[in-house]
């Protein structure tokens, strides 16, 4: 079977980590590429950075912050935020992102998904889905940032993708979102069960039995979060052992 992965985000904004509620009520959660570094030793099996802005304000990714980055961190880390061409996906690999996350651009844009993976492979694209459940109890997506709903179901997107050519799914509850009372299990594991390729749930990680939530009841493949190991409420290794007493599958020989 394989291991279960543990994913710190870094959200930037303007330079700095930053981590809100339901995307908004940002505050300060330090330096990136610090934060990066800390993560590759404390276990991390890998990192996002997901420059929350960019799409929203027409910018692109920070190319400064993933080259330093890449030159501190040694475990694999995707980049997202803005991202809308080839080029600009070349540049990020060039520079040592590992992996990108589309969102607004491949819902503006589906064949988007399907040239990046062509040009690069599958295995580099993540397509990032941000969700809200409706009054109908279906769940809808939503672009920039979660500013603009879709319309379209969350289920019917994660297939498209798949189909389009993205290599895993990041996906992202906004009711969720930093409120720290667990993933939203349903909607993961809707899609985790619909797809055949890995789902990393994120959005609610409130405690050590969220993230076993997540991978049993959820059958999520990675498990992302970010404000209770930028505020130190839990180790990335108290999160590996917890599972591991539970017979989760981890890694653990970054700790040997």
Same mark, same amino acid.
């Given at each position: 079977?394989?291991?279960?992965?543990?994913?710190?985000c #870094?959200?930037?904004?303007?330079? $700095?980590?930053?981590?809100?509620?339901?995307?908004?009520?940002?505050?300060?959660?330090?330096?990136?590429?610090?934060?990066?570094?800390?993560?590759?030793?404390?276990?991390?099996?890998? #990192?996002?950075?997901?420059?929350?802005?960019?799409?929203?304000? !027409?910018?692109?990714? +920070?190319?400064?912050?993933?080259?330093?980055?890449?030159?501190?961190?040694?475990?694999?880390? %995707?980049? !997202?935020?803005?991202?809308?061409?080839?080029?600009?996906?070349?540049?990020?690999? $060039?520079?040592?992102?590992? @992996? /990108?996350?589309?969102?607004s651009?491949?819902?503006?844009?589906?064949?988007?998904?399907?040239?990046?993976?062509?040009?690069f492979?599958?295995?580099?694209i993540?397509?990032?889905?941000?969700? @809200?459940?409706?009054?109908?109890?279906?769940?809808?997506?939503?672009?920039?940032? !979660?500013?603009?709903?879709? !319309?379209? =179901?969350?289920?019917?997107?994660?297939?498209?993708?798949?189909? $389009?050519? &993205?290599?895993?799914?990041?996906?992202?509850?906004? *009711?969720? *979102?930093?409120?720290g009372?667990?993933?939203?299990?349903?909607?993961?594991?809707?899609?985790?069960?619909? /797809?055949?390729?890995?789902?990393? &749930? %994120?959005?609610?990680?409130? %405690?050590?039995?969220?993230?076993? =939530?997540?991978?049993?009841?959820?059958?999520?493949?990675? +498990?992302?979060?970010?404000?209770?190991?930028?505020?130190?409420?839990?180790?990335?290794?108290?999160?590996?052992?917890?599972?591991?007493? #539970?017979?989760?599958?981890?890694?653990? =020989?970054?700790?040997?």
């Open positions: 079977m394989l291991t279960k992965r543990i994913i710190p #870094l959200d930037v904004q303007k330079g $700095r980590v930053v981590k809100g509620i339901k995307f908004q009520e940002l505050r300060d959660a330090g330096d990136p590429v610090e934060a990066a570094k800390f993560y590759n030793e404390a276990g991390a099996d890998e #990192l996002m950075f997901l420059d929350i802005d960019a799409s929203h304000e !027409g910018r692109s990714t +920070m190319l400064d912050v993933v080259a330093r980055t890449a030159e501190q961190v040694f475990i694999p880390f %995707s980049v !997202g935020g803005g991202i809308s061409s080839i080029d600009q996906i070349k540049d990020l690999l $060039r520079l040592g992102a590992d @992996k /990108v996350s589309i969102n651009s491949a819902l503006r844009n589906p064949d988007f998904i399907t040239d990046a993976a062509m040009h492979g599958s295995q580099c993540v397509v990032a889905i941000d969700v @809200k459940k409706q009054a109908e109890g279906n769940w809808q997506v939503y672009l920039n940032g !979660g500013r603009i709903s879709t !319309g379209r =179901d969350a289920l019917e997107w994660a297939l498209e993708a798949e189909k $389009r050519g &993205a290599g895993e799914i990041l996906l992202t509850s906004m *009711d969720a *979102d930093g409120v009372q667990g993933y939203d299990l349903a909607i993961t594991r809707q899609i985790a069960d619909a /797809v055949n390729i890995p789902v990393i &749930a %994120s959005g609610g990680a409130g %405690s050590l039995k969220d993230f076993s =939530d997540a991978a049993t009841e959820g059958h999520a493949d990675a +498990m992302l979060a970010a404000t209770l190991f930028h505020f130190r409420q839990l180790e990335i290794r108290q999160v590996k052992e917890y599972l591991q007493g #539970l017979g989760i599958p981890v890694r653990m =020989d970054c700790y040997q």
